[in-house]
């Protein structure tokens, strides 16, 4: 993994200090992830134009902890648990891990998954999954038909798999942009 260097008082590589003050839609997810973490995310903090990170933010929260999901919470985790593997963002790494935890996937299986997915005896299902998110991660421009014939084979319907696209999108985007400014694991 690639080394992020500590710098007192800024939370990833750009030397923008972290706002003394936020916006009340930025407020709220603050507060919502001390609840739920206990602290708040380093990705919280960054000075996201007006609005820019609220919206982002729902969407990552609609798609992955919504109550209408269509695919169970443990698969949505395993999909951006593989995705920042690949793309070795570290704070999502801990993040998915901790959450595929919190949705009962054995910590031995998690640590498997972590280091190395295909070798983590996973059911059809969760490997087909894992696989998709791998391979739409490291081989984008090759995606074709055969793809989605795949999940379906493993017994993803249509609303599943586009579910599985979007959230296979969100996190490269996501790991793209903490990568590219060095973003520090949370404390």
Same mark, same amino acid.
Request: glycine share 6%; with cysteine; aromatic share 6%.
């Given at each position: !993994?690639?080394?992020?260097?500590?710098?007192?008082?800024?939370?990833?590589?750009?030397? *923008?200090?972290? &706002?003394?003050?936020?916006?009340?839609?930025?407020?709220?997810?603050?507060?919502?992830?001390?609840?739920?973490?206990?602290?708040?995310?380093?990705? *919280?903090? *960054?000075?996201?134009? &007006?609005?820019?990170?609220?919206?982002?933010?729902?969407?990552?929260?609609?798609? !992955?902890?919504? /109550?209408?999901?269509?695919? &169970?919470?443990?698969?949505?985790? $395993?999909?951006? $648990?593989?995705?920042?593997?690949?793309?070795?963002?570290? &704070?999502?790494?801990?993040?998915?891990?901790?959450? *595929?935890?919190?949705?009962? !996937?054995?910590?031995?299986?998690? /640590?498997?998954?972590?280091?190395?997915?295909?070798?983590?005896?996973?059911? $059809?299902?969760?490997?087909?999954?894992?696989?998709?998110?791998?391979? $739409?991660?490291?081989?984008?421009?090759?995606?074709?038909?055969?793809?989605?014939?795949?999940?379906?084979?493993?017994?993803?319907?249509?609303?599943?798999?586009?579910?599985?696209?979007?959230?296979?999108?969100?996190?490269?985007?996501?790991?793209?942009?903490?990568?590219?400014?060095?973003?520090?694991?949370?404390?």
């Amino acid at each position: !993994m690639k080394k992020r260097s500590a710098s007192a008082g800024r939370i990833s590589w750009l030397r *923008l200090p972290v &706002p003394k003050s936020f916006a009340a839609d930025v407020r709220a997810l603050h507060q919502e992830s001390v609840q739920r973490l206990g602290y708040v995310r380093n990705f *919280l903090k *960054l000075p996201f134009g &007006p609005g820019r990170l609220a919206l982002y933010q729902r969407f990552l929260d609609r798609l !992955m902890r919504s /109550d209408d999901a269509c695919l &169970p919470g443990i698969e949505r985790e $395993l999909l951006a $648990l593989v995705v920042s593997v690949e793309n070795r963002c570290e &704070p999502c790494v801990n993040a998915h891990a901790a959450a *595929l935890r919190k949705h009962g !996937m054995d910590s031995v299986k998690v /640590d498997e998954v972590t280091i190395s997915w295909r070798r983590a005896g996973l059911s $059809l299902r969760h490997r087909a999954l894992a696989e998709f998110a791998w391979k $739409l991660t490291v081989r984008p421009a090759e995606a074709d038909e055969t793809w989605i014939g795949a999940l379906r084979s493993a017994g993803l319907d249509e609303k599943q798999i586009f579910e599985a696209v979007q959230i296979v999108g969100i996190y490269n985007s996501n790991n793209r942009i903490n990568n590219v400014i060095g973003l520090h694991l949370d404390r």
